[in-house]
């Protein structure tokens, strides 16, 4: 197992950016891979970003493509969400996830955090 800690959310005006924070603890955090997905009211959890544990290879959502970055620094055993040119759509709780391998469907990551709150306004 591991214990994931989202930080970073909160209150941004449209155009504006956030960067979110996972801290991982538990089992080697350098051999999952890292995932973001997001809920937003009444909607489903959609994958936003992903990477891979051994070559840092990086998959998006095509709505976040472009603006999002997602990085991973494993001696600190801390995935990154940077988010930029942020719009009112992106409002969501963001949930950080583990996994064995990179993936886009949610059921496969088997560790997750508590979410964090992301709200951006127009």
């Known amino acids: 197992q591991v214990q994931l800690v989202e930080s970073g959310g909160g209150l941004v005006q449209a155009g504006g950016s956030l960067r979110l924070s996972c801290a991982a603890s538990?089992?080697?955090?350098?051999?999952?891979?890292m995932a973001w997905f997001r809920q937003a009211p009444g909607k489903e959890r959609d994958f936003v970003a992903a990477?891979?544990?051994?070559?840092?290879?990086?998959s998006y959502a095509d709505s976040v493509k472009g603006r999002f970055t997602i990085s991973r620094d494993n001696a600190k055993n801390t995935v990154y969400l940077q988010m930029n040119s942020l719009k009112p759509e992106d409002t969501a709780v963001y949930y950080c996830?583990?996994?064995?391998?990179?993936?886009?469907?949610?059921?496969?990551?088997?560790?997750w955090g508590q979410g964090t709150q992301v709200t951006v306004f127009s």
């Open positions: 996830a583990a996994g064995i391998r990179a993936s886009r469907i949610s059921r496969e990551y088997e560790n």
């Open positions: 538990g089992r080697t955090f350098s051999n999952y891979a």
């Open positions: 990477i891979r544990w051994s070559n840092y290879v990086t």
